[in-house]
Nanobody, 127 residues
Framework: EVQLQASGGGLVQAGGSLRLSCAASGFTFDDFAIGWFRQAPGKEREGVSCISSSDGNTFYADSVKGRFTISSNNAENTVYLQMNGLKPEDTAVYYC????????????????????WGQGTQVTVSS
């Protein structure tokens, strides 16, 4: 059974940091890219970052470049999203998702290219 377990959300003041974790199981980790998406109320789901576990290639949305860092612990099938310099506009439910690398490479921010989704974790940034 494929499982993606996201954790690490919370309430933080603007300028603060959080680290999200996505623990994956039930599929061949090296064949998949793991992406982080977020969705704020009334807004579309937005691709935030993605990492290819096999070669470490990464993608960042312009809105988070220089503030967020994605990393992968392949031994533990876990992907992390370190979020620094958080802003109120980063407030959203954050989801991790897995998609075949051969698909995701065509559009790492496109949620339609991801096959498996975890439950969300709420990130709230106060001003």
């Amino acid at each position: 059974e494929v499982q993606l377990q996201a954790s690490g959300g919370g309430l933080v003041q603007a300028g603060g940091s959080l680290r999200l974790s996505c623990a994956a199981s039930g599929f061949t980790f090296d064949d998949f890219a793991i992406g982080w998406f977020r969705q704020a109320p009334g807004k579309e789901r937005e691709g935030v970052s993605c990492i290819s576990s096999s070669d470490g290639n990464t993608f960042y949305a312009d809105s988070v470049k220089g503030r967020f860092t994605i990393s992968s612990n392949n031994a533990e099938n876990t992907v992390y999203l370190q979020m620094n310099g958080l802003k109120p506009e980063d407030t959203a439910v954050y989801y991790c998702a897995a998609g075949l690398i051969s698909w995701v490479v065509a559009g790492p921010a496109d949620p339609r290219l991801y096959s498996y989704w975890g439950q969300g974790t709420q990130v709230t940034v106060s001003s």
